[in-house]
Nanobody, 129 residues
C-alpha cells in the first residue's frame, strides 16, 4: 500500500539550483523516515540525505553538505531536496526512499539502502553546459 514517487529532475547548468519532490502515501501516520539516494553511471547507489519523521534527525553526505537541504511537509506527505550550486559530479538518478526507520548518523550504514523497503522509480538529474 505504501507508494513513493519522485519528481522534479531535469537538465541544468553548473552552478544552478534544482528542487526535487517526493510524494509518500500509504502510512497511517507520518512516523516514517525518508531519504534521498543517487546513482551515477558506473557507480554504486549512495545516500544523499535523510530526514526523520519529526525533522529532528537529519543526515547529509559529505559531498552535498552545505549545498543541499532536505525538508518535509507532513501535512502534504512530501519530502523535498533543494539542491544548490549543482556540479557535473551531481549528475545521477535520484531516488526517494521511505520506511519506519530512524536516520543513521554515518554514511556506511546506508550503503545498500537495506533500511528502506519502499522506493520511488527515480528521477534523472543532469548537470552540464
Amino acid at each position: 500500500q505504501v507508494q513513493v514517487a519522485e519528481s522534479g529532475g531535469g537538465l541544468v547548468q553548473p552552478g544552478e539550483s534544482l528542487t526535487l519532490s517526493c510524494k509518500v502515501s500509504g502510512f497511517t501516520e507520518h512516523y516514517y523516515g525518508a531519504a534521498w539516494f543517487r546513482q551515477a553511471p558506473g557507480k554504486e547507489r549512495e545516500v544523499v540525505s535523510c530526514i526523520s519523521s519529526n525533522e529532528e534527525n537529519i543526515f547529509y553526505a559529505d559531498s552535498v553538505k552545505g549545498r543541499f537541504t532536505i525538508s518535509r511537509d507532513n501535512a502534504e506527505s512530501k519530502i523535498y531536496l533543494q539542491m544548490n550550486s549543482l556540479q557535473p559530479e551531481d549528475t545521477a538518478v535520484y531516488y526517494c526512499a521511505a520506511d519506519r526507520v530512524v536516520c543513521p548518523r554515518t554514511a556506511n550504514y546506508y550503503s545498500n539502502g537495506a533500511l528502506f523497503d519502499y522506493w520511488g522509480q527515480g528521477t534523472q538529474v543532469t548537470v552540464s553546459s
